[in-house]
Nanobody, 123 residues
Framework: VQLVESGGGAVQTGGSLRLSCVASGNTYSIQCMGWFRQAPGKEREGVAAISNVGSTIYADSVKGRFTISKEDAKNTWYLHMNSLKPEDTAMYYC??????????????????WGQGTQVTVSS
């Protein structure tokens, strides 16, 4: 499975962005789709995830501001980011997990990763 992100960019505080992740290859195996981010000097953290049946999980830091969604027909999932803050600045990565039972708040994704897209929020 190959993942390609798009949609990053630079916005001001309070702005919005939508990230997209397109999957190709043996996508039938994917059980969970997610978004992670990593800011300079910080560890990578899970942001949001959505299961193949549509259940969603969010990190506390983005609840109420970010929404994850998917379009199965396009093998694509999205991260809609609203009310962006400078602390949301990071490289954002999409990921996919094929193991059953791993689509939860542990954000444990081992299988497939995209190359990342930069999000910069200025104050």
């Amino acid at each position: 499975v190959q993942l390609v992100e798009s949609g990053g960019g630079a916005v001001q505080t309070g702005g919005s962005l939508r990230l997209s992740c397109v999957a190709s290859g043996n996508t039938y195996s994917i059980q969970c789709m997610g978004w992670f981010r990593q800011a300079p000097g910080k560890e990578r953290e899970g942001v949001a995830a959505i299961s193949n049946v549509g259940s969603t999980i969010y990190a506390d830091s983005v609840k109420g501001r970010f929404t994850i969604s998917k379009e199965d027909a396009k093998n694509t999932w999205y991260l809609h980011m609203n009310s962006l803050k400078p602390e949301d600045t990071a490289m954002y990565y999409c990921a996919a997990e094929s193991r059953v039972g791993y689509c939860d708040s542990r954000f444990v994704f081992d299988d497939y990763w995209g190359q990342g897209t930069q999000v910069t929020v200025s104050s």
